[in-house]
C-alpha cells in the first residue's frame, strides 16, 4: 500500500479556505484517494474520495494532479467545528481491501476565532 | 436510520482479563471491520468480515479474535489484556465488498489497568 505522508498540524481562523495537502508517491494505478475526519471520541468520518483531476461536494474538494502523486483537500470558510484530525488514505477504493483501511497519523487542524 | 452502534461506550478491565466488545452495523449493511485506536495514532485495521466470514487481518496477535452474525452484528473478543491494549476501539461498516465508504461507529473505550 502507498505510504502517505501529510502535515501533523495546520492552524486557521474561521472563514478561510484550508488546504492539506498529502504526498502519495508510490501510489498505484487502481488507488484511490479518500479522506476521513475525526473528532475527539468519534469515529473517522468520510469526507470524500477520488481518483484524478477534481471531485467536490457539499463539505470539501479534492484536487489531484495528473502525476496522482499527491493531493490537496480543500475546506472552503472554515468554521471552529472543522477543527478535527483529517487523514488521508490510499488503497483501492472498491475491491475487497477496502474493508481495511490506512491510517497514518493524520493532520490536526485547528480554527481559532 | 441508526448509524453503527456499539457497546459498551467505556469499559475497564485489569491485565489478563478478557473482554468482548459489540458492534451492530448499519441496517442492510453486510460488511463490519475492526480497529483500535491507540492514543494520538490513527485507526489500526484488526478485522474484516463480509457476509459473516472472516475476509481480512491486520497484524495483531491471536489473543484477538472476532465474528460476525446472521443479523451482521459482530463481536470483537480480546483475551488476556494486556495494559498496551488500552485503545478506542472502532467498528465500520459497509454496503457490501464494492461500496468505498465506510461508516464508523463512536467506539469503545477499553481502559486495562
Known amino acids: 500500500l502507498a505510504k502517505t505522508t501529510q502535515p501533523i498540524s495546520m492552524d486557521s481562523y474561521e472563514g478561510q479556505e484550508v488546504n492539506i495537502t498529502c504526498s502519495h508517491n508510490?501510489?498505484?494505478?487502481?488507488?484511490?484517494i479518500t479522506w476521513y475526519q475525526q473528532f475527539p471520541s468519534q469515529g473517522p468520518r468520510f469526507i470524500i474520495q477520488g481518483y484524478k483531476t477534481k471531485v467536490t461536494n457539499e463539505v470539501a474538494s479534492l484536487f489531484i494532479p495528473a502525476d496522482r502523486k499527491s493531493s490537496t483537500l480543500s475546506l472552503p470558510r472554515v468554521s471552529l467545528s472543522d477543527t478535527a484530525v483529517y487523514y488521508c488514505l490510499v488503497g483501492d477504493g472498491r475491491g475487497s481491501t477496502l474493508g481495511r483501511l490506512y491510517f497514518g497519523r493524520g493532520t490536526q487542524l485547528t480554527v481559532w476565532p | 436510520d441508526a448509524g453503527v452502534t456499539q457497546s459498551p461506550t467505556h469499559l475497564i478491565k485489569t491485565r489478563g482479563q478478557q473482554v468482548t466488545l459489540r458492534c451492530s452495523p448499519i441496517?442492510?449493511?453486510?460488511?463490519v471491520s475492526w480497529y483500535q485506536q491507540v492514543l494520538g495514532q490513527g485507526p489500526q485495521f484488526i478485522f474484516q468480515y463480509y457476509e459473516k466470514e472472516e475476509r481480512g487481518r491486520g497484524n495483531f496477535p491471536d489473543r484477538f479474535s472476532a465474528r460476525q452474525f446472521p443479523n451482521y452484528s459482530s463481536e470483537l473478543n480480546v483475551n488476556a489484556l494486556l495494559l498496551g491494549d488500552s485503545a478506542l476501539y472502532l467498528c465500520?461498516?459497509?454496503?457490501?465488498?464494492?461500496?468505498?465508504?465506510?461508516?464508523f461507529g463512536p467506539g469503545t473505550r477499553l481502559t486495562v489497568t
Open positions: 441496517s442492510g449493511h453486510k460488511s
Open positions: 465500520a461498516s459497509r454496503s457490501g465488498q464494492g461500496a468505498y465508504e465506510q461508516y
Open positions: 508510490n501510489i498505484a494505478t487502481n488507488d484511490y
